[in-house]
């Protein structure tokens, strides 16, 4: 992975325009595909606060703009996901409906990988229950 990408991913996913494609079809996902009923059901009817505060917190972690931590203060997301349980079923669903976004949002490349491998690594560490 070069530098570049490793210092400004979120410039080298394409910036705000790239992210909101990827977290619009991210939850148009979720609210479509029958294996992810099991997380869709956790979350409100509108997905529309989801969708922004998704946006914004990649936004800040990639790189670009804290737009979540300046208006929410800092994420502690881990903290943030206790009141759902969150297990390998959960995760794998919300992982699914995300590497399907990925494919269709976001040309191959380096800072497509280097993104798809923090997301894993985060989506597993939000895990809070066993099994
Ligand atoms: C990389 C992993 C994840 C990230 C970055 C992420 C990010 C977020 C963000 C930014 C919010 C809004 C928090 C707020 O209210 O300020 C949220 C809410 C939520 N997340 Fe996640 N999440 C992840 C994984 C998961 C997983 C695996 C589940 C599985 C159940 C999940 C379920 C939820 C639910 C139910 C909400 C509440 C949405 C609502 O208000 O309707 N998240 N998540």
Do not use: S, T
């Given at each position: 992975m070069s530098e570049a990408v490793e210092t400004d991913l979120y410039g080298a996913l394409g910036g705000e325009a790239a992210l909101r494609q990827l977290v619009a079809r991210f939850y148009a996902l979720m609210d479509e595909l029958p294996e992810a009923y099991v997380i869709r059901k956790?979350?409100?009817?509108?997905l529309g606060s989801a969708r922004e505060k998704l946006f914004e917190y990649f936004s800040g972690w990639l790189g670009g703009p804290p737009l979540y931590e300046s208006k929410y203060?800092?994420?502690r997301m881990r903290a943030r996901h206790m009141p759902f349980a969150i297990g390998v079923a959960e995760r794998d669903a919300w992982l699914l409906c995300m590497a399907q976004a990925f494919d269709e949002t976001l040309p191959p490349g380096p800072a497509r990988d280097a993104f798809w491998e923090r997301v894993v690594a985060l989506a597993d560490w939000m895990r809070n229950r066993e099994g």
């Open positions: 956790l979350h409100q009817d509108d203060g800092h994420p």
